[in-house]
């Protein structure tokens, strides 16, 4: 009977870790929908699709970070766009791979948003706060001289 409800316990908690996995990966608020593997995941991502990466180098108590997650990313224009075009990374600099990064791509204000491509080298890079309108038109500017 113990060993029935471990094992009814281990069942439940292994479908609520898959179940967080996958909606990690799923964007059901219409917004920009950001990659959640590794750095070096997304790289090869953008290398097999052809795609530039815009990462979103942000801080957990950013003020303007949280927003342009509220506003800007949520603009389904901007979403639409940036879904189809980019390979969208958000990384925290201040956790897991994010102080390596922010040396390597040398973040020095919060949001940092920059234009990588798949080997690794930035194209463009911008800090602050964006509208959707100004974002959108920085994401086509990015695509069209790629």
Same mark, same amino acid.
């Given at each position: 009977?113990?060993?029935?409800?471990?094992?009814?316990?281990?069942?439940?908690?292994?479908?609520?870790?898959?179940?967080?996995?996958? /909606? =990690?990966?799923?964007?059901?608020?219409?917004?920009?929908?950001?990659?959640?593997?590794?750095?070096?995941?997304?790289?090869?991502?953008? *290398?097999?699709? /052809?795609?530039?990466?815009?990462?979103?180098?942000?801080?957990?108590?950013?003020?303007?970070?949280?927003?342009? /997650? =509220?506003?800007?990313?949520?603009?389904?224009?901007?979403?639409?766009?940036?879904? *189809?075009?980019?390979?969208?990374?958000?990384?925290?600099?201040? /956790?897991?791979?994010?102080?390596?990064?922010?040396?390597?791509?040398?973040?020095?204000?919060?949001?940092?948003?920059?234009?990588? *491509?798949?080997?690794?080298?930035?194209?463009?890079?911008?800090?602050?706060?964006?509208?959707? *309108?100004?974002?959108?038109?920085?994401?086509?500017?990015?695509?069209?001289?790629?």
């Amino acid at each position: 009977m113990k060993t029935l409800s471990i094992i009814t316990v281990l069942a439940a908690l292994i479908t609520l870790v898959s179940f967080t996995a996958i /909606k =990690r990966n799923v964007n059901t608020d219409g917004g920009i929908t950001f990659h959640s593997g590794t750095w070096q995941q997304a790289l090869d991502l953008a *290398k097999k699709e /052809k795609k530039i990466i815009f990462l979103d180098a942000y801080a957990s108590w950013c003020g303007p970070c949280k927003k342009m /997650k =509220r506003t800007t990313f949520a603009d389904k224009g901007v979403a639409d766009y940036y879904n *189809k075009n980019f390979i969208n990374v958000a990384i925290d600099m201040e /956790k897991g791979e994010g102080p390596a990064l922010a040396v390597k791509y040398a973040v020095e204000a919060y949001p940092t948003l920059l234009f990588i *491509k798949p080997d690794g080298t930035v194209f463009a890079k911008t800090m602050g706060f964006h509208e959707a *309108k100004d974002f959108l038109e920085m994401g086509q500017k990015v695509i069209k001289s790629k």
